[in-house]
Structure formats: C-alpha cells, structure tokens
C-alpha cells in the first residue's frame, strides 16, 4: 500500500489528468469549436411538436424570467400603446438599440445591462442582441423564446433570432433584430420561426422579409439573406430558457465571469443555470445529431473521470503530508 501512495503515484495521476485535455484541446482548439463543447454539455432533443407550445403555456422546465428589471433597462422600456399588436411594440421597444444605425460587431458577454449600453452603441453580435430582448419580452409582458440554427453540426458557427408570441392570433412571431428583419408570407402575414424554416425548404420566393431599416440590414439583399438561413435548414434549436437576468445575478456566475467567459458558462453547466439547448430533430440531420450526442457522453464521462481522480490525487497528498510530519 505505502507503494503505491507516493510522489511518483501523484505524478502519474497528474499526467492522467493532463493528457487527456490535452487531446481535447489539439481537437477542438478554435473558438467555434469550443462553442461546440459547450453546445454538447447540454445537447437535448426535441421533436417539431415539442417544439410549438403555446407561448402562454410555457413547458414546466423551461426556465422564464420573474426577476426584477435592472435600473438601466427599466429606464428605456416604453408603455405600449392600448390594444397594439405584440410585434408592433417589440419593435417600438427595439427602437431604443439604434437599429438604424450600422453595426460594429464584436460580442459583448457580459451582464445585461452592460449589454444594452454597448449594443446603443452599435456594437454586439447576435446573442447579445436576444439577450437584450428576452429582456423586453419580460419586462412588456410579451413571451419570448430565443432560436439558433448552426451551420457546423451544432457547433459555434450560428446565429441566434427570437421569437415572440402574439397573444391575438395564437402564433409565434419570428424577429432577427441583429439582422434587421421580421419574414412575413405572400400575404404579408408575419411567419414563426419554423414556417419560415419550413418555405425556406419548399419555396422560398414566398418569403418576404420586412426590414427594420436598410442600414442596419445584415444582407446585401433578401435572396442573401435567405441563402444563409438556407444553409443552417437543418441545424435550428431552441434556447429553453429565457431568465436573462437572473443567471446574471447567481452569485458563482458573477464570480466566474469576473475571471473568463469560458470559465462563467462552464460553472453554470455545473450548476445548472446554463440553459438546455434542444436541436428540433429530423431525418436530415439525425447523423450530426448522433454526433453530438456521443460527444456529449464522452465530454460527461471525461468530467467525471477528472473529478475522480482528482479526488485520488488530493487524498494521496494529504497521505504523504501526513506520513512526513510522523516521520519528524
């Protein structure tokens, strides 16, 4: 037994914990890819009929916002006008990120009020942007639900668009704020995200999208726009969860993010703050979706195995302290 609880054993167990991140890191060693680590941490599936839930009936899992609104946010949330449509004072709230302006780029990653302050100043990317309006949602009394679709198998090369719920006519309402534009059918009727996933496959010159302003539109026309939704076809997820500010204020979370972004969402994994990602599953992109599921397992297992050895390695230091202060 003394044998094998040694410094050499510690060594050992360092390079066992060691080497295998360091495969991890030559694979998957680019910022995308990371994402993609991420994505798998919490990869889930969901048929299209899990995914249409009525947005005043909100699955029991799906984490909604009841924090109170920040000071910065509660100063620019406007009073809807009686009787307007959810859509209409969405974008009347939008109005407020300067969405006539061009955008900057760069993303923000950080609380929401921060957020907001540099997406006014033009910058952000497209994350940020429906961070800040899962906020609104809240904060007018209008459901909202954040989308993404990959164009990687599910990994850091995306994009992220919202979706509000119309208490009027029953019905999601797709909005991409970040790219300036809502899509609406040939009879000018707003779509939901996946009617408008749906006519990109069938027939896309029935889609017709809605700028918010020329400026700000992320294209250099509708029939780019609609080649980029086209390819991530079979790539959307949902978000499920929409409590944007109150992942920001846990107490481990805000720690973290002092330190790394990276480091701030691996905590709320571990916590289980960081919400689920829930691919819609499909015939076309089963084969990406086995894909991330056996990296999910293999990602789980690898965080396992390092707690437990971790475990060995600490209980082997205190050993050998102890065994050399006896020794004095």
């Known amino acids: 037994m003394n044998r094998l609880v040694s410094w050499h054993s510690c060594l050992l167990l360092i390079a066992m914990m060691i080497l295998p991140l360091l495969l991890l890191i030559a694979k998957f060693h680019s910022g995308t890819e990371l994402v993609r680590l991420r994505n798998a941490m919490v990869f889930n599936v969901i048929s299209i009929e899990q995914s249409q839930w009525p947005g005043d009936n909100y699955p029991t899992n799906f984490r909604q916002e009841s924090a109170p609104l920040p000071a910065a946010i509660s100063k620019v949330i406007i009073t809807p006008q009686a009787n307007a449509q959810p859509l209409a004072t969405m974008l009347q709230q939008a109005a407020v990120l300067n969405l006539d302006q061009r955008r900057l780029g760069g993303a923000i990653q950080a609380d929401i009020s921060t957020t907001l302050a540099q997406i006014q100043q033009q910058r952000g990317y497209c994350a940020d942007y429906t961070e800040v309006i899962n906020v609104f949602g809240h904060a007018l009394n209008i459901p909202v639900r954040e989308w993404a679709l990959a164009f990687d198998g599910f990994g850091g090369h995306g994009h992220a668009i919202n979706e509000i719920w119309d208490q009027h ?160």
């Open 169 to 328: 006519t029953q019905r999601w309402l797709m909005l991409d704020v970040f790219n300036g534009f809502y899509p609406v059918d040939q009879q000018q009727q707003p779509m939901s995200v996946l009617e408008f996933k749906q006519q990109l496959i069938v027939d896309r010159t029935k889609i017709n999208l809605t700028r918010l302003s020329d400026k700000a539109f992320g294209f250099k026309d509708d029939a780019q726009a609609l080649d980029y939704y086209y390819n991530g076809r079979h790539q959307f997820y949902l978000w499920w969860a929409n409590d944007n500010i109150s992942y920001d204020r846990q107490p481990l979370i805000k720690l973290a993010a002092t330190l790394s972004p990276h480091l701030e969402q691996m905590v709320a994994i571990l916590i289980g703050q960081f919400p689920q990602l829930m691919a819609i599953a499909e015939p076309d992109n089963l084969h990406m979706i086995n894909t991330m599921q056996r990296l999910k397992i293999m990602l789980w297992f690898l965080f396992f195995y390092q707690v437990l050895l971790f475990i060995m390695l600490l209980a082997m230091l205190i050993t050998l302290i102890i065994r050399r202060r006896s020794r004095t």
